[in-house]
């Protein structure tokens, strides 16, 4: 069902100073874009296999700012590639873990996204992340 790890997405507060930083430490900037449904601007930073998504929240209600007034920046969630969202949903749903949307968002570039609630995955924030020409 998972393919990969996708991306681990990182709360922060000022998304040109952590690009900053990233860049600092070599990494590279493949695009910087705004995901309406989740009230945040994103960017995301290839490493290997994998990225970093460096996430700025859009509003002060967004829950990338709550998570940022609750426990300050650093490490927010761990992002699955998968094929199917919706497959994995129910699947998800079925072994009893709790989502966060009874079906897929849109998030960034045109993918189909769900979260799962971190208490149902000890303590971590999951995104599940079917690419848009899936
Ligand atoms: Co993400």
Same mark, same amino acid.
């Not at 859009?58 to 209600?61: A, G, L, M, N, R």
């Given at each position: 069902m998972i393919r990969g790890l996708h991306h681990v997405g990182i709360a922060v507060q000022n998304l040109e100073k952590a690009t900053q930083a990233y860049q600092a430490l070599g990494l590279v900037v493949e695009k910087v874009e705004t995901v309406a449904s989740e009230q945040v601007r994103v960017a995301f930073l290839p490493v290997g296999e994998t990225h970093i998504e460096l996430l700025e929240p !859009? !509003?002060? !209600?967004s829950p990338v700012a709550r998570f940022l007034e609750k426990r300050g920046p650093g490490v927010h969630h761990l992002c699955f590639l998968v094929d199917d969202v919706g497959e994995a949903m129910a699947a998800a749903k079925g072994s009893g873990l709790v989502l966060l949307s009874e079906s897929p968002r849109v998030g960034a570039g045109g993918s189909r996204v769900c979260f799962i609630h971190p208490k149902s995955v000890g303590g971590v924030l999951v995104e599940l992340w079917q690419d848009d020409h899936a």
């Open positions: !859009t !509003t002060p !209600t």
